[in-house]
Every structure is written in structure tokens, then in C-alpha cells.
């Protein structure tokens, strides 16, 4: 017969009424007066316990101290101690195992939920991406869409006046004063260059002696031509896509779907309107509307005193560029089917529909108001469409550039195209008097975006390591 608590036989035993186990009645007293149960958690009281009888020799009266049998009889209660102290921490290593192992069980099961909603929802974006919706239009040329959302009625008479503003006085407009001209294009020359914090950069922008630029890395800066040097560092969080300066706000489009929005530096506000990657930004010339479009197939209007959507619609397949006619009126947006679509702003219904016949990779509008400039992926030449003619004939000229082309941009006054690629840079001039082209400038800057700066006396190029390019005049 042993003690449970001790593993020793007991000096005076008792036994549980209860569970029948037997005790040493002086550890098993001092067990209850602590936790008011059985070693074996159930509930159990002094009055609970059963005195044994056993033949025993009775023990002499306490020791002191002095003696043998006092020191040994000390040394038995410290181990009576020591024993409960065991025992009680082999309970609580035993709960705190399985505590583990619960905690760990309920972590990975937590974990397994999260990937596979995770997992879920990328699934849902590629497929509401890869949808094709129609309306039951009569004709092929119509849009294919599910629904349009027009510009409110405000806004849709705002169109109208800036385009019958802008047009009038298009035609009365003559080439600024101290605009660049000719023969300093073509003596154009690298006059600084400045490696950016913008690993993988893709987008570029400018306005006034400034440039902003962003990149996969999920960086931007904010570039001072004049200076030389960089004003500000952007944490965009998200792959940009393509960026854009209007007035005080900074743009840029990401490949999470978003556009997100800075001020200062700051971040004012996200625009989540696609359900794939945005892929490209146009400001409308009137300064109050801006488009986004995405692989999602979508295009949508943002009004930017109030940051919200104002229209949208839904193109027949994934979007990879777009720009707005310097008129305001049409907005042009290129797909991966090698289309160049043009719509009405106001109710964005299809107008026109260009072909390239391979993914489109930049589109822009002459300020001559009747010029459009687009590039197809992996194409080495540029096409100038006519927007004043249909079909084929629309194709009034296609530019050799020796190179693929990734940006376009044309100058304020309609004369000069710049083009950059990976081979380099050049300017296609379009004189007006004879309706001939010719190339001022060609060079070996590899770009992936390039601008022009103030009064075309400059021009700005990034290319894919971050590195900014100035080409101007050197004094």
C-alpha cells in the first residue's frame, strides 16, 4: 500500500471516499487545504477521508533539532514538501502541453483558412478579369459592355464647353515665343543624368521643372530638373504602373487595381474601381476628370474635386493605355487585341476603332487636335492616324525608329514626336506647311518613358534601372 502523492508507504493512511485512492493523511490534508480537490480534480474535502488501520509501532514523541531523529524527522517533511511541489508542477507541465498542442492546431488551421481564402479571392479577380459581357448590340462595331454609366449632366456640359473652348481657339493658336525650335532639337545632347531610388522603373511624368517617377518596386520620386537632384522619395506600397501630375496631386496607378493619390508627399486618398491591374492614366484637359483603365476591361472617370466615380464602362477585352483628345470630347484607349478605341466622353460610346494588330503599348493625341500617335508591343515603328478619316485610310503615316517603341509624346505645339525605346531616343518633326515628316534627333538613351519639358527646350527620359535622362542645349 502506497502513497499516490509520495510513492512511499504511508505513516497514517487514509483513503477517498470518493475515488478509493489511499493517502498519506497529512500530504493528502495539505493538498485539499491548497486546492479543495483530489490530485485527480475532483472535488474532495477533510471530511471525505477514511482513517485505514494498520499494525504499526507507534512513533516516539518530536525530536528536537539536536538529535539524529529530529533532523531526520525534518528532513521527511521537506520531502513530503518537495513531493507535492513535484507532483503539482508535473500537472501543470502536463496542461501546458496540451495547451500547445491546442494553440498550435487552432494557428495552423487559421492559416489554412487564410490561404485558401486568399486563393479564393485571386481566383475571383482572374476570372471576373477574363469575362467577356454583351449587350446584345445589333453590330459587331458597338461596344460590348454590360453597362455604361454616362457623366453626369454637370459634368457631361462641362465636356462640352471646354471642347467648343479648346477647338475655337486651337485654330487661332501659333507657336509660343522662346519654343524650341528645329535646329536646337537636333543638337540636342545629354546635359545631366541622376540615378533615382525607382528599381524597375515604368512610369514618368512632368510638370513644370519637375518629374515624378515609379516604378514594380513600389517606389516613386519627385525629380527637380532645374536642380538636378531629388526633392522626395514616395513609399507607393504597390507596383505602379503608370503615374500622373495634376496640379498639386500626384497619380498612380498599380498593378493591385488601385490609383493611389499624393499631395506633398502624403498620401490623400486610393481610388479601387478595377478589379485587376490599372494599367493607365489620362488627365481630361479641363482638369476636373480623371480615367483610369485596367486589364479588368474597364474604364472609369473619377471627378477629382469629390474623388469619386462619375462614369464607367466596359471594353471587350483587357486595357493597356488610354489618353483623352486635347479637346476633351474623345478618349482613346488601346487593348491587348492590338485596338485603338475611341469613345465620347460624355456617354462613352464607341466612336471609332483603329487596328494595329498586336497589344498596344502607347497612344497619344497631337495638340493639332486631328492627330493620334500610337505604338504596338514590339513593334520598331510608330503609326499616325488621321482622326479625320475611317478604316485604312486613317493610316496617314507609319515612322521608322530603328527600335521598339515604349512612350510617345508630343509636344504642345503639335510640331515634334518623341519616341523612346530600348535602342534610344528620337523626335519626329511634322511640318505643317509641307504635311511632310522628317527626324531631327536620334540617339542610343535607352528609355521607357520620356516628356517633354517647359517650352519643349528640354526632354526628360527614364529607363528601366531608374536612371533620368535630360536632353537639351548645352550652353
Known sequence: MQCVLSGEAPQEPVASKKS????????????????????????????????????????P??????????????????????????????????????????ALYQHDAAVRVIARLTKERDEARDSLSKITVTDGAANGDGMVVDSVEALPEDLAAQVDSVHQSLSKG??????????????????????TTNALPVPRATALDVEGSYAVAGGLNGEAAIYSVEADNV?????????????????????????????KVYEAGNEVGTLSEHAGPASGLSLHPSGDLL?????????????????KRVSRAYADASLTTCAFH???????????????????????EQAVVFKLGAPVQALVFSENGFMLAATAKGQTSVTIFDL???????????????????????DYTGQFLATGGATGITVQQYTKSSKKWSEPLRNSVAAVAVRWGESGQKLISLNGEGVVTVLGVKE
Not at 497529512?26 to 494498520?54: F, M
Not at 529530529?70 to 501546458?96: H, I, K, S
Not at 486651337?170 to 546635359?191: I, L, M, N
Open 291 to 307: 480615367a483610369s483603365v485596367g486589364t479588368d476591361k474597364s474604364i472609369v472617370f473619377y471627378h477629382l474635386e469629390t474623388m
Open 231 to 259: 526633392e522626395r522619395t514616395i513609399p507607393v506600397g504597390e507596383p505602379v504602373t503608370d503615374t500622373l501630375w495634376a496640379g498639386s496631386k500626384v497619380f498612380f496607378a498599380t498593378s493591385q487595381g488601385n490609383v
Open 170 to 191: 486651337r485654330k487661332k493658336r501659333s507657336v509660343p515665343e522662346g519654343w524650341v525650335s528645329s535646329d536646337q532639337v537636333s543638337s540636342f545632347e545629354t546635359t
Open 61 to 102: 514523541r518530536p525530536p528536537t533539532l539536536t538529535s539524529i531523529p529530529a533532523l531526520l524527522a525534518t528532513f521527511q517533511n521537506e520531502w513530503d514538501n518537495l513531493a507535492l511541489e513535484t507532483y503539482n508542477l508535473r500537472e501543470q507541465l502536463a496542461r501546458t502541453r496540451e495547451e500547445l498542442a491546442t
Open 326 to 348: 486635347p479637346d476633351g470630347h474623345l478618349f482613346a484607349a488601346g487593348t491587348v487585341t492590338g485596338d485603338i478605341k475611341l469613345y465620347m466622353t460624355k456617354n462613352l
Open 388 to 410: 479625320r478619316k475611317e478604316g485604312d485610310a486613317a493610316v496617314s503615316k507609319v515612322l521608322e525608329t530603328g527600335g521598339s517603341v515604349q512612350s510617345l509624346a508630343w
Open 20 to 59: 478509493g485512492i489511499v493517502y498519506e493523511k497529512r500530504l493528502i490534508e495539505q493538498y485539499i487545504n491548497e486546492h479543495g480537490t483530489e490530485p485527480n480534480g475532483e472535488a474532495l474535502t477533510v471530511e471525505d477521508l477514511l482513517p485505514i488501520n494498520t499494525s504499526r509501532i507507534p512513533r
